[in-house]
Structure formats: C-alpha cells, structure tokens
C-alpha cells in the first residue's frame, strides 16, 4: 500500500509534467499558425522538456516500480504515462519536421529562388512534412491506444484534449501533404505538363464569372514553368469555326437569340460548373490541331490584382501604365471598352499585355514572396476570382478538397446561384442586384422558398455599340437540393440541368440603362430544416455571389411555424454579398415531443 501511495504521488507529478507537454504543443501549433517559427521551436523545447520529465518521475520509483506494477489500477497509471511520453516526444519530433517544412516557406534559404524553378524546395518540404505526418500519426495511435484505461487527474484530462484535437491536426498536415503534391505534379515534377489559362471579364457575366477574352499556355517540365504564349480570344477562335458547338447541341442560352448562335472557344463556360467548362475547352483545342494540354484555369481581374498586391506593380509594356493593385481593374476595363471604341482583338491588347505580365511575373516570384503571394492565392481561389481542373485525379481532388475546382457544393438545407450569361453589353460591373428571399418554414420541417431576384443596370445608355443596350442576360437560377419548381411571376424559358443536385430554371431578363427588371419565383422543398437529435431544428442556407460581382445585397426573412422561436440569434435580415454567404441556425419547437 505504501508503494502505491508513492508511486501514485510520482504518476500525478508525471501527469502534471505531461500536461505542461500538451500545452507547449498546442502552443506550438497557434505560434506555428501565426507564422512565428522562433517561438514555435522554443515551444517544441518546452515540451521536450515536459516529457522528459515525465519518464524522469517514473524511472524515479526505481525499485518500488516493480512493485507498483503489481497493483492493477497503478499499473495502468504507470502505462499510460509513459504511453504518453511516447506519443509526446513522437508529436514533438512530428511537430519540428511541420516547422522545418514551414520555415521553408516562410524563411526561404534562398530568397531570391524563382517559383518556377522552386521544384527541388517543393520537395524538400513534402519530405519534411510527411516525416512529419508519419510522427503525428503514431501519436495518434499511441494515443488512442489509451482509450478504455482508467485514468486519473491531469492525466486523464491531457488524453482526453489531445485525442480532440490530434485527429484535426492529422487532417491538416495530410491537406498540406496532398496541395504540395499537386503542386509538385503542376510544376512538371512528375513529367512534362501544358495548361491553358483563361481570363474572364465580369463586365460580360457568365455562370462561372465572365466573359472569356484571353487565353494563354503554360507549360512546365521539371520544375521549369513557362508562359508559352498569350493572346486575344478571337485570335484563337476565329481561326478555328469548325470548332465551334452548333446551338442545337449548346447549353440554352446560346438558342435565345434570334438568330441563335454557336458556342465558341470564349464561351466554354456557359453552366454553372468549371470541369464542365474546362472538358469542352480542352476538347475544343484538340480539335483545332492543338497539343494536348493537361488541364485549365481561370482568372478574373481580381486575381491579377491580388497578385499585383502581393508582388508589387506592374508596368505594361507598350502603354506606359504602371497598374497597381488598386487600379488594375479599372484600368483592364478603360482599355477594353472606352479608349479603343473598337470591336474584336484590338481593343483586348491591353489586357493581353497585362496578364501576359502578372502572369510572368507570378511565375517569376522570388522565394521572399512565396508567403504572402500563398495567402494572395489562396483568398482569389477561395473568392471564386481562380478556378482549376486537372486531368491528373491526384491534382484534381486536392483541387477539389479545397473548393478551387468551380463546383456548386452538393448541400442540403436553403441554397441559391445565380449563373448569369449576358449578350454582348459590356456592363456587367454596373449591374447591382437585389434579391428578397422569404421563407416559409412548416412544423414538419419542409418550406416554400420565394426569391424576389431586381436588377438595376445603374449605368446610362451607350450609342456605340453594345456597351449598354440593356443587361441582356440569360439567368439560371439554381435552388436547394431536392426542390420542386413552384411558380414564377414570368414564365420560364426552359428547366435547366441539375447542377451538384441543385435543380435549376432558366428565365431571359433585361434591364434597361438606368432601369431594373424583376422577377418572382419560388421552389417547394422537403426536409429544408433539419431535426436534431435534442429535438430542435436546424435551417441551414449557403448563397453564393457571381465571381466578380460585389455589389450585390440579399434581404432575408425565416418565417417559423407558430410557437417555434430562435435558439440563439436569428438568421440576418440583410446581407451585403462581398463573397459566398453561409450560415446555420437553430430554431426550438415550443413543445418538443
């Protein structure tokens, strides 16, 4: 009994020892995220230290262990501490090969190593990095493996946090693991790799963004990455009309105008959904005698600004223009559609010239950029302002994880996109719109949803041209999964595809100049508000905006059945769409069954 008592009192100072251990490593974990790699090592120290300690308390016992180890309830104590030194020093050693590989980023050997020449860094970081992952998950399962003893005290409590927390931490270093292996494969790590390069320009909406008036190809081959080439569209196109999709086989749109049209290169993307879009593309250049490219992507104006502000200012060659981050969208759109006046390539060199540049200059980023034009990146694809696909199923489901493949999310609960497709007028930055979304909720969880969608086209009429006629647009209207078109205040012009399980209808709207033009509609959907297991209620509602579009506002009303109430705060009534809108609420019967 003596023996237990003691060794008991040296496993509660182990534990103590232990727990300081987990806390230096969740310490290291937000210091490492806040991108101070000096304290995050100096936090790693702590906890070696800490676990040190804790196989110093044990040993300690000397000849009493033996003994000790004969009592079933200290015996596992005694385990499990030193399980748990184990699986601290193994988080430790993970933990330092995650600060190597961010150090990498962060502080670059070699500050002045191009991104495009940056292969041979890639892979040391992913080497680092995976022996990382391997040292975290033994962790995990030494860890785990503790799961079902009866622990005490601080002991308890510190396997309890860690076994919380260690499973997101795996999920992150894997995330990490697989983008860096992406990229890798991007940058020709993996064999010779060609991409096309599209920029879309909202002044024109599509379902995907805009307009498509450039293209480029890059090519990359062990870690050489390269701007092939970059031009107009129409350059491409109208040089290649046997590539062309004839309207009887092209999305709706494109069978609205009269006489309707064909679907071009520059119009690839005319659903609401980007591999979609970028298939086509590709398919489309192969027939046009082409290389065979590996994958697509797509930028908007507001990518290149991003860039621009991470890297510094551009000057385009030929204009004399120094283009900022501040300037560059304004300046892309004075160029295409008011100095020139002109139809055709001409009036699209501007742009041509500075996405030639951004482009360049992004492949050319010094190695003291990669941190800050990482995040620039990152925020443009998560904003929808980028969008990729890839042949390669690797590269394609790290683009997927990530939402920078341009898919509508498969979600249950309220869901609302607007895929807009205008013809010609060169005003979609001028187009604000305002959408009044009234719920009705019933007791059984089930809704009718009505959209009120106005669009003020806030700019004056244009004699030149099509700048501005009117909005001209094709609008596709995708709704909550599992919804039921109901009615509409102007007939629809045909039910659209199901996208990602959203249902659809399509409706051929125009707001005059300094005008606006409305529509009211409304779906029926089944299990909108989902019942919880405690017997409240969840509405749930992700809308998304039109990428490049930022003017936009959207009013929402719940209405809940008689004798429910908010648990918590209520939906927002008014919601300014600068990006993606989403959120969950909780509504409580008043008697719950």
């Not at 806390?23 to 676990?51: I, N, P, W, Y």
């Not at 707001?511 to 409305?518: D, M, S």
């Not at 429910?564 to 300014?576: E, F, N, Y």
């Amino acid at each position: 009994m003596v023996a237990a008592v003691f060794t008991l009192a040296r496993a509660g100072r182990a534990a103590n020892a232990a727990t300081q251990g987990k806390s230096a490593l969740l310490q290291a974990e937000k210091d490492l995220g806040a991108h101070h790699v000096a304290a995050t090592r100096t936090d790693l120290d702590h906890a070696s230290a800490a676990f040190a300690r804790v196989r110093r308390e044990i040993r300690g016992l000397g000849p009493m262990r033996v003994v000790a180890e004969h009592v079933p309830f200290v015996r596992v104590q005694l385990k499990a501490a030193m399980a748990y030194a184990d699986a601290g020093d193994q988080l430790t050693s993970g933990a330092r090969n995650v600060t190597d590989a961010s150090s990498e980023v962060l502080n670059p050997p070699d500050q002045h190593l191009p991104l495009s020449e940056g292969l041979a860094a890639l892979r040391r970081i992913r080497a680092a990095l995976d022996q990382g992952i391997n040292d975290i998950d033994a962790a995990n399962a030494r860890i785990r493996g503790l799961n079902g003893d009866r622990l005490i005290g601080p002991l308890d409590g510190a396997r309890r946090q860690l076994a919380k927390e260690l499973p997101a931490v795996q999920q992150r270093a894997q995330a990490a693991d697989q983008g860096l292996a992406a990229l890798i494969d991007f940058a020709g790590g993996n064999g010779p790799r060609r991409y096309l390069v599209f920029s879309q320009n909202p002044d024109e909406p599509r379902p995907t963004g805009g307009f498509i008036g450039t293209y480029g190809v890059i090519s990359a081959q062990g870690g050489h990455v390269s701007l092939e080439r970059y031009a107009s569209i129409e350059s491409w196109y109208q040089v290649h009309p046997e590539t062309e999709v004839p309207a009887s086989q092209a999305p709706t749109a494109f069978s609205i105008p009269n006489p309707p049209g064909n679907q071009t290169f520059a119009n690839v993307n005319a659903v609401a959904d980007w591999p979609t879009a970028a298939q086509l593309a590709m398919s489309m250049w192969q027939r046009g005698g082409e290389t065979r490219v590996d994958g697509v992507l797509s930028v908007t104006p507001e990518f290149l600004a991003q860039v621009v502000g991470a890297l510094g200012p551009v000057v385009v060659p030929g204009y004399g223009e120094t283009v900022t981050s501040s300037n560059l969208v304004e300046r892309a759109d004075y160029y295409t559609h008011l100095a020139g006046g002109g139809a055709g390539a001409d009036r699209k060199e501007f742009i041509v010239e500075l996405a030639r540049v951004v482009v360049q200059k992004l492949l050319d980023a010094p190695a003291s950029t990669w941190d800050p034009l990482g995040h620039a990146v990152s925020a443009a694809f998560g904003a929808r302002e980028a969008m990729a696909w890839s042949q390669d199923a690797d590269v394609q489901t790290a683009l997927r994880a990530r939402s920078w493949d341009g898919v509508l999310p498969v979600t249950s609960g309220d869901f609302f996109y607007d895929g807009e497709f205008a013809y010609a007028a060169k005003n979609g930055r001028g187009l604000q719109r305002t959408f009044d979304h009234r719920v009705a909720l019933q007791p059984d969880g089930s809704a009718k949803v009505t959209t009120t969608v106005t669009i003020a086209n806030t700019e004056p009429a244009n004699q030149t041209g099509f700048y501005n006629v009117d909005s001209l647009s094709y609008l596709t209207l995708y709704g909550p999964a599992g919804a039921t078109f109901a009615t509409s205040s102007i007939s629809p012009d045909t039910e659209e595809p199901t996208v990602s399980g959203h249902p659809a209808m399509g409706w051929d709207l125009s707001a005059p100049p300094q005008g606006t033009t409305t529509l009211t509609y409304s779906w029926s959907v089944p299990g909108l508000a989902v019942r919880q297991a405690d017997g409240t209620w969840r509405y749930q509602l992700v809308w998304m905006r039109l990428p490049g579009h930022t003017g936009d506002t959207l009013h929402l009303q719940v209405d809940v059945p008689q004798g429910w109430a908010w648990k918590g705060p209520p939906p927002p009534s008014t919601v300014a769409l600068t990006r993606d809108f989403a959120g969950s609420w909780t509504l409580e019967p008043a008697h719950r069954t």
